[in-house]
């Protein structure tokens, strides 16, 4: 793969807060810079905006001073289309809008010289149905930054059914020469992140309108139970429901309906009234200055059981052995069939997807307590659980207890199937696995995507490796079988892994 030549003219078209930051992206490599805006003066309050950042960035002693004047230098403000001639590389980062990029293609083909590639950084727009009214679309592909440009990792390289692999490949090594996790997609609805990242808002909606948990005892379990940066309501806050709920809607009619994709009437009724989130000063949060930030919600203190026992075998059951050696715990170890703490009357269990009154019917299991999935047993502070209706009082305090001994603080969900972050990785890893199956990217891309594009703690399909492939399975036939909906049908990717005995990463 050849990169493109840092000598070799890279030009921006739309000097928004995503086009300014591509240009520095370019510029800080080492590429001459033209930006150019239609918008009078636009294009000069992008180069402001690049500076304004930049010295910031020296007052923090990030750059030198002689570093953020090398790199203004390099950008130049265009005053009209013509003037991108000599481009070898144009990038487009204008509004979300077919015909508007078609006609703003067609005329930098006339333009730009026939070597010229050019690049949209469209979010969701079909890079196929861009260049179809292009003489050369075989220069044409994605190159789909994410905000902020300058600081986000990652660039999706998205080729159309016209782009020629070579054209991907040199444009994939130029995002790497950039500094940047370059990885390849196919030209489909939402690319790899947008696609994929839609059950972490989805699924939260949902054990949120089925009265699973508050906002932020939900936020504070993706948080400290999964490592995710921010929980889904405080990212679809920070995003704007309104561009999220656009984006979840433009997902679900591109895939005809899909459930998988169904959108929200909660974060439907959010964006009918106003309530966009950060921007507008509320959505599931009160922004206003002085408003209180509502806590999770957290159990009483509990006495915890004079000593427990494990029983059958796990992954993380060494884990919870030295939490509980720290903590003084007395263990007994039993051999068993799946694995199970026993303390006092309890028996707490992984959820697998199921209900806990209802694994507690089919499965003759008196006092069951489901406890929900973590990133790292060991190092989180927080734990969630949920119990049977048939649970009484006194088995549920045991577990509770438990959990604090060891050091974590414990966040009780009405009993839901699969709890909440188990169905969100689930799901995750699900929508992870059908986008490898259905060629838009391999399983390293998938992974590589969401954890430069969305700091996820871990790639989906790593997790689910961790998990158990046949774990995973198991959950969502599980949770079929509780909603009985489409939504939750497995990948088939995932079902011929498991019928084979493989990780996604053998």
Not at 352 to 381: K, Y
Request: a negative charge.
């Amino acid at each position: 793969m050849t990169a493109l030549d840092s000598s070799g003219l890279v030009a921006v078209v739309g000097a928004g807060a995503m086009g300014s930051g591509i240009a520095q992206v370019a510029a800080n490599a080492g590429h001459p810079v033209l930006l150019y805006d239609v918008g009078d003066g636009a294009a000069q309050q992008g180069l402001e905006r690049i500076g304004a950042g930049l010295a910031k960035r020296v007052e923090r002693g990030r750059i030198s001073a002689a570093e953020h004047e090398s790199l203004l230098q390099r950008i130049s403000v265009a005053d009209s289309l013509a003037q991108l001639a000599p481009a070898a590389l144009v990038i487009e980062a204008i509004v979300e809008n077919l015909e508007i990029k078609r006609q703003l293609f067609a005329e930098l083909e006339s333009i730009c010289g026939a070597d010229v590639i050019l690049a949209s950084n469209t979010s969701s727009l079909s890079i196929s149905a861009i260049g179809a009214a292009l003489k050369r679309p075989e220069r044409l592909l994605g190159m789909h930054f994410f905000n902020p440009a300058p600081v986000m990792k990652l660039v999706e390289i998205v080729s159309g059914l016209a782009t020629e692999r070579a054209v991907a490949d040199s444009i994939f090594a130029t995002a790497e020469n950039w500094g940047k996790l370059a990885v390849h997609a196919r030209s489909t609805p939402g690319f790899i992140v947008n696609r994929v990242a839609r059950p972490f808002y989805a699924e939260g909606l949902r054990l949120l309108q089925e009265g699973a948990a508050d906002v932020a005892t939900i936020d504070a379990i993706l948080r400290e139970c999964g490592g995710f940066r921010m929980g889904p309501f405080e990212l679809m806050d920070l995003i704007g429901h309104d561009v999220n709920y656009a984006v979840t809607e433009s997902v679900h009619a591109a895939y005809y309906g899909d459930p998988r994709f169904t959108p929200s009437l909660l974060q439907k009724e959010l964006v009918d009234g106003g309530y966009l989130g950060r921007k507008s000063g509320r959505g599931f949060y009160d922004y206003a200055d002085g408003a209180d930030r509502p806590l999770p919600a957290s159990c009483d203190n509990k006495a915890a059981p004079d000593g427990v026992i494990l029983q059958g075998e796990s992954p993380f059951k060494q884990a919870l052995s030295e939490l509980c050696r720290a903590a003084n715990i007395p263990v007994e170890q039993q051999p068993g069939a799946d694995f199970a703490i026993i303390c006092g009357a309890a028996t707490l269990c992984l959820t697998d997807g199921r209900m806990a009154t209802l694994r507690a019917l089919q499965d003759d299991i008196e006092n069951l307590v489901l406890f929900d999935l973590a990133l790292d047993f060991e190092a989180i502070p927080r734990i969630a659980l949920g119990s049977a209706d048939q649970t009484s009082p006194e088995a549920l305090a045991a577990a509770i207890g438990f959990w604090q001994k060891i050091g974590k603080q414990v966040s009780l969900l009405d009993d839901v199937a699969g709890l909440c972050l188990m169905r969100t990785v689930c799901m995750l890893a699900n929508e992870a696995a059908d986008a490898v199956n259905q060629g838009v990217c391999n399983v390293a891309a998938v992974d590589s995507a969401m954890q430069g594009g969305l700091n996820y703690p871990r790639g989906p399909l790593a997790w689910a490796d961790a998990i158990g492939p046949e774990s995973v399975l198991a959950v969502l036939d599980n949770l079929v079988q509780t909603y009985g909906e489409d939504r939750y049908r497995p990948s088939p990717l995932l079902l011929r892994g498991v019928a084979a005995g493989r990780n996604f990463h053998d």
